[in-house]
Nanobody, 124 residues
Framework: QVQLVESGGGLVQAGGSLRLSCAAS????????MGWFRQAPGKEREFVGR????????LYAASVKGRFTISRDNAKNTVYLQMNNLKPEDTAVYYC?????????????????WGQGTQVTVSS
């Protein structure tokens, strides 16, 4: 069983920045692929990006590429989502997820465990 707890969400003005954190339980965090997803009101949950177990391979959705950065600290069992130049359309609940099968995918079904989510609101 893996538990994921997100933090760092909040209200920010357009153009601002936030850093989300996701703390994971489990002794083998360094072997997990970690992903970030988001769900805006009235919309389906969508892929934001993912980071490989070593942090050496990262994939981003086109909508956030160049603005968002995923990093991880395996010693702290934590993955981060640095969000810069935020836009109102980035408003959503953000979820981190763990893929224990190491498929490096971008679909919800590729991930085995999910956090409870943290709200990010970007005002215009």
């Amino acid at each position: 069983q893996v538990q994921l707890v997100e933090s760092g969400g909040g209200l920010v003005q357009a153009g601002g920045s936030l850093r989300l954190s996701c703390a994971a339980s489990g002794r083998t965090f360094s072997s997990y692929v970690m992903g970030w997803f988001r769900q805006a009101p009235g919309k389906e949950r969508e892929f934001v990006g993912r980071n490989s177990w070593s942090g050496g391979s990262t994939l981003y959705a086109a909508s956030v590429k160049g603005r968002f950065t995923i990093s991880r600290d395996n010693a702290k069992n934590t993955v981060y989502l640095q969000m810069n130049n935020l836009k109102p359309e980035d408003t959503a609940v953000y979820y981190c997820a763990a893929d224990l099968r190491r498929g490096l995918g971008g679909r919800e079904g590729d991930y085995d465990y999910w956090g409870q989510g943290t709200q990010v609101t970007v005002s215009s």
